[in-house]
C-alpha cells in the first residue's frame, strides 16, 4: 500500500491550491481516505475524509466552505481542493487510509487509519 500526497506550494492568502493523493496496493471500493494537517508546534488535526462505501464527505469545521474533498476513480486518486487559504492553513499536508470503512464517529481520528503518506507542504503568506 503507498499514497503519495503532492501538489502543495507557497500561495497568497486568498488563494487556491489543489493537492492530490495518489493510491496504490489496494483497492478502494471499501476505502476511507483522509487528509490531516500539521503545523510546526502543533499536533496532527484532521481536515477532511472520504468513505467510498457510503459516498459521504466529513470537514473539520475550521476548512468547511473553503475545502472540497473528491475523488477520481478512474486514476485511484483523492483531491484536496482548497480555496480561501489563510495564513492558518499553513501546514504540512498528508493524506491517510484505510481500506474499509471507519464508523463516523471515528473518522476524524488520526489513529484509526493504517496507511500514511509522505506529506506536502502548504505555505500560505503575503
Known amino acids: 500500500v503507498q499514497l503519495q500526497a503532492s501538489g502543495g506550494g507557497l500561495v497568497q492568502p486568498g488563494g487556491s491550491l489543489i493537492l492530490s493523493c495518489a493510491t496504490s496496493?489496494?483497492?478502494?471500493?471499501?476505502?476511507?481516505i483522509g487528509w490531516f494537517r500539521q503545523a510546526p508546534g502543533k499536533e496532527r488535526e484532521f481536515v477532511a475524509v472520504?468513505?467510498?462505501?457510503?459516498?459521504?464527505?466529513v470537514y473539520s469545521d475550521s476548512v468547511k466552505g473553503r475545502f472540497t474533498i473528491s475523488r477520481d476513480n478512474a486514476k485511484k486518486q483523492v483531491y484536496l481542493q482548497m480555496t480561501s487559504l489563510k495564513p492558518e492553513d499553513t501546514a504540512v499536508y498528508y493524506c491517510a487510509a484505510r481500506q474499509n470503512r471507519i464508523i463516523l464517529s471515528s473518522r476524524r481520528t488520526a489513529s484509526q487509519y493504517d496507511y500514511w503518506g509522505q506529506g506536502t507542504q502548504v505555505t500560505v503568506s503575503s
Open positions: 472520504y468513505t467510498w462505501s457510503d459516498n459521504s464527505k
Open positions: 496496493g489496494f483497492s478502494l471500493d471499501s476505502a476511507t
